[in-house]
């Protein structure tokens, strides 16, 4: 009897122990992301409701802000501006990026040689700082002597003013951003095109099917949810999108490149608007929080690196 | 015969495309370096010059004229520095709740994981403004630990170590339990190191991420002493303006690290992009 209560003992006290040390364990991950992602969260929506410079008195105005946001001027031509920007861009960028990373996908799953290599050289541009890259693209977009206007000029074909000119600046940075985000796109393409089962291909090309009707009829519906999901993270990337804005064009030329993510820090930490600028904050909360959703309820996928990414770079 | 000539034709229009892409995002690196070993003269010339001077002075000149009147070596330092002890803090922090998270019977597990996993739809950008006050009254503007102490966990990272340490059988455990072992000791002993891989990916995004970031540091650290080296160059540039052999230089100085890093772990970053992307 003893023995049994003993045993007994020993299995609850381990338990107790594990139990113990598990909260160990997860307490500095919970601590840090509960301080800085968790309450600033909830604060952020405390903050939209002020008037506040985060220097002076806070003054409680409600909603104030956002109905200044979305119906009064200039606010909301400001802020609604700040959002067809990005929708521009979005429509500039997204096709390409996903047409031309799904050509480069397929090409790369073809049995070539130096797979490696074309691998290795299509994505290097992503893993690079945005700042010094920046300042190399401003280089080449020079309108008087840089590379790309004087390549045109070889070729006699009509030079532009790039990054000072309008509609060309939103150009240049769908350029830019295309150029850095092109790798991570073809990744991701490589890897939904590897779970497309080969014996289907192989089944469909006995029964006749060209290489094009494969591709629409198999491949292609095969790969939907890992285009949607490209879709919606260069979306919110859009959305979110601020260094290569600050650094190559600063909003302009006439705020034609200012997205909602640059019009944000300008607010914030230019104007020192902090109550309006965490509106602006819950606005994008809420469109992006939109675009997830939707992703999730297609796809069954969490939207990981654009989260994360953020949080780690900061764009 | 015809269908070994169209295969032989495919695969030239394949290495033709694929060519065409790869000179597309190489050429501003090489365009970089190039730029940066030029003659002020030669950087006007036209037709541009493919071939460099080999004109050091840009680098030297760089070298003499940092932003802020602190020398390069401070930010490169500051940089080394934060992404260094974000990258170690964010790893230890990160495996550790993994393991907790894919191992440990306690109360509410699951649900502080789904919890967790939630905070991924957070856009950063939404915790600018609040997470700037809270450094404000914790008088950390200007300080290291803001741009550390606010990375040293990671979501992504605890749903990737828990990934792994979900794979290491419950055998392990009993039999390391028999032997009179503590939990902390098997996760240190055993369990660490069976992840070497996992934890290597994960160290090399934190580590990208931060030497790569921005907005953050361009919003807290204002005083020059503490900067790290992108927004030091985003400075660098309000200084030298149309100084495109210096630009270049520093662009240069700046990139060169990620890029050799990379080189040297390129699989883990490909797979580790794959992997987030696929098992998400």
């Not at chain 1, 073809?110 to 992503?126: A, D, E, N, V």
């Not at chain 1, 309108?143 to 000119?165: E, I, K, Q, V």
């Not at chain 1, 080969?198 to 094009?212: M, S, V, Y």
């Not at chain 1, 705020?255 to 309006?276: P, R």
Request: glycine share 6%.
């Amino acid at each position: 009897m003893t023995e049994e209560v003993v045993l007994q003992r020993r299995k609850r006290l381990r338990a107790v122990k594990e139990f113990l040390t598990g909260y160990l364990f997860i307490s500095p991950a919970v601590l840090v992301l509960s301080t800085f992602v968790i309450f600033p969260s909830i604060f952020v929506f405390y903050i939209s409701t002020l008037d506040w410079n985060m220097i002076g008195p806070k003054y409680f105005i409600g909603l104030t802000n956002f109905t200044n946001i979305l119906f009064k001027s200039p606010y909301a031509s400001e802020f609604w501006g700040s959002v067809l920007v990005t929708v521009k861009y979005v429509a500039l960028s997204v096709p390409l990026q996903i047409s031309v990373s799904l050509i480069l996908a397929l090409l790369l799953m073809r049995p070539i040689k130096f797979r490696g290599f074309f691998r290795l050289g299509i994505f290097i541009s992503y893993v690079t700082p945005l700042v010094a890259t920046s300042i190399v693209w401003m280089w080449i977009f020079h309108p008087g002597y840089g590379f790309l206007n004087s390549f045109l000029r070889l070729l006699h074909l009509p030079t532009s003013m790039w990054l000072l000119g309008s509609p060309s600046a939103l150009i240049s940075l769908v350029i830019y951003t295309t150029w850095h985000v092109i790798g991570f796109s073809t990744i991701l393409f490589m890897a939904g095109l590897t779970g497309v089962p080969t014996e289907l291909q192989e089944a469909a090309r006995i029964d006749g099917a060209n290489a094009n009707g494969v591709f629409w009829h198999i491949t292609w519906p095969m790969l939907s949810p890992t285009t949607f999901f490209i879709l919606v993270i260069s979306m919110i990337g859009a959305f979110k999108m601020f260094t290569p804005v600050f650094v190559m064009t600063g909003g302009g030329p006439y705020y034609t490149t200012s997205t909602t993510g640059y019009y944000l820090y300008v607010k914030a930490f230019e104007d020192w608007a902090a109550g309006y600028a965490s509106a602006v904050a819950v606005m994008l909360f809420i469109f992006i929080f939109a675009l997830t959703l939707l992703n999730i309820k297609f796809t069954g996928r969490k939207v990981f690196y654009a989260g994360e990414q953020s949080r780690g770079e900061g764009r | 015969m015809k269908r070994l000539k169209t295969v032989k034709l495919s695969n030239v229009l394949t290495y033709t495309a694929l060519t065409i892409v790869l000179i597309f995002t190489a050429f501003p690196f090489y365009w970089m370096i190039a730029s940066s070993l030029n003659r002020p003269e030669t950087l006007f010339a036209f037709p541009p010059k493919l071939i460099p001077d080999f004109y050091f002075q840009n680098y030297i000149e760089m070298w003499h004229n940092p932003p802020g009147g602190v020398s390069w070596w401070r930010y490169i330092g500051n940089t080394v520095f934060i992404a260094g002890t974000t990258t170690i803090l964010s790893v230890f922090n990160s495996s550790l709740a993994g393991f907790a998270f894919a191992k440990l019977k306690f109360p509410l597990r699951n649900k502080i994981f789904i919890l967790l996993l939630g905070l991924l739809m957070i856009p950063g950008e939404m915790l600018l403004i609040p997470n700037y006050v809270i450094l404000k009254n914790l008088h950390w503007l200007n300080t290291y630990q803001a741009m550390i102490i606010p990375w040293c966990a990671s979501v992504f990272g605890i749903f990737l170590t828990r990934q792994f340490f979900k794979t290491i059988p419950n055998e392990l455990w009993e039999a390391a339990q028999v032997d009179g072992c503590s939990i902390g000791r098997y996760f240190f002993a055993v369990a660490v190191p069976l992840a070497k891989p996992t934890l290597l990916t994960l160290a090399l995004f934190v580590f990208l991420g931060s030497w790569n970031a921005f907005l953050w540091p361009l919003i807290v650290a204002t005083d020059y002493a503490i900067m790290p080296l992108e927004v030091a160059l985003n400075s660098f540039r309000g200084t030298e303006g149309t100084q495109w052999g210096l630009l270049t230089a520093a662009s240069t100085m700046v990139t060169a690290p990620v890029l050799i890093l990379f080189l040297i772990f390129q699989r883990q970053f490909i797979e580790g992009i794959a992997r987030g992307a696929i098992k998400g």
